[in-house]
């Protein structure tokens, strides 16, 4: 039987938690008669595609357009490439340069019937798979042999612009103790409707996100943690009108964690939610089957919206996406679902309040890697006091056991922060985290007392929200605004034009072999 350390009843938890499963259903049922431009892109990369023409377009944007164009995208692109394999007996890499060179017509090839289609690609998709599982295989191999360092996660961002400076910004915070470093993208990639190739030196705000600076990312962190025998976790975003494309190019170069939610783009992107909620169920599906922690966005909501009043809207989004990841097959334990330390810091006993919630999301979420994200909202530019708010938001990790703690600066709201302001934060999460190790197995809540009183109340709010929410749709409640206070209208947004329903010809096995593959079985 549980026991509550912040007072709640678990028999509601588990009412949230189903209302929250009704609320995804209807969302799968939706999800399950699409696909986007992005998914097809997705499995052009999956099985080999790669590259670019000379004007810098990826081949699988071409591909996949071309078909767009000719408004038959509806029977999907694996299905016109197993066309074009059984009739040209050409590679899909090859097929895609000669739709590229004008030479061939994906759509003038004969048609072939459903279980040839499947046995045609069933090579492709599996050398794919195989590849991710590889990558998954080695990072597992890492931590059986040279270990990594203990939860909370010590989280860090680079974010220069140009790969080979965040290269040594990287390493350099792994020297220092960083536990996962994140690659802050680009300021807007997430609204491109496809991927820059190769090496990147020119970004605003971070670094784009491609396959090469992937592999560049991830052979640095791998040289650095064998150097300070400890796996270093690389984290970069999967998220935008690209989002399940990104997973695979990070699933294919060993990435540990990814951004991912769907939520987050339609708020924050203004990305169409039709367009996004497609996407994200085969991002998942990938990051799933490649071990990846996913990062969930609620963290920001509070950005937006007072966390005092609409800390029941992070909880209800939290449940939400619990359930929608686990639509796509990702376990628990792959989860950091978000949270954030942003109340206003002159708010009296604000301490208490911060710890109610922290407290409260770790026992909904036992089995979670949550993500605990710091104070930024209420960062003045006074790196003195934002060293204490930080140091305040580390206490609360280590004492409610968060998963990936997203290390504060002091120089937060000043500027992109440098390599010993990076220092100045870790070794202020080390201080605190080896002298408060055991604090949350020592310390109980006053019964009925303000950190209980806290607790019950969210609760009892987000389960009130979750029934309005099921009651009228995730749709709905997003064009009304529910999340965030911003709203969004379900044709309205960036991407809903790279929609289509699926076609009796569609093919896309990917998700269900991913899916049944999930905990590393044999392809």
Known sequence: MNISKVGIDFAKVEYARNTAHDIADEVQKFVSQYTTVAVERTLCRLIGIDGVDANGVPLPNILVDSLKDKQVLQDGALFYIANAIAETGLTPQQVAEAVEAGKIDLTHMKPLSPEKVAEVMAGPIAEGMKCILSRRKRREEYLRTIGEGQKPYLYVIVATGNIYEDVVQAQAAARQGADIVAVIRTTGQSLLDYVPFGATTEGFGGTF???????????????????????IRLCNYCSGLCMPEIAVMGALEGLDVMLNDALYGILFRDINMQRTLVDQYMSRVINGFAGVIINTGED???????????????????????????QAGLPQEQMGLGHAFEMDPTLKNGFLLELAQ???????????????????????????????????????????NQGLQLLGMPTEAIHTPFMSDRFLSIENAKYIFNNMHSIGDEMEFKKDGIIQSRAREVLDKTITLLDDIRNEGLFTALEKGIFAGIKRPKDGGKGLAGVTSTGKNYYN?????MKSNNMGGKL
């Open 209 to 231: 996100a491609t396959q090469e600076n992937f592999r560049i990312m991830r052979k640095a962190l791998d040289e650095v943690g064998e150097e300070v025998g400890r796996y």
């Open 358 to 400: 922290a407290q409260m999301t770790r026992e909904i979420f036992p089995k979670a890697t949550l993500k605990y994200m710091p104070p930024t909202k209420f960062m003045t530019g006074n790196i003195f006091r934002g060293h204490i708010q930080d140091a305040l938001f580390n206490i609360i990790g280590i004492w409610t």
């Open 300 to 326: 920001n909501y509070l950005t937006t919206a007072d966390a005092v009043e609409e800390a029941h809207t992070v909880l209800a989004s939290d449940l939400i996406n619990e359930q929608l990841a686990l």
């Open 509 to 513: 096995p990917v998700p269900e072999l």
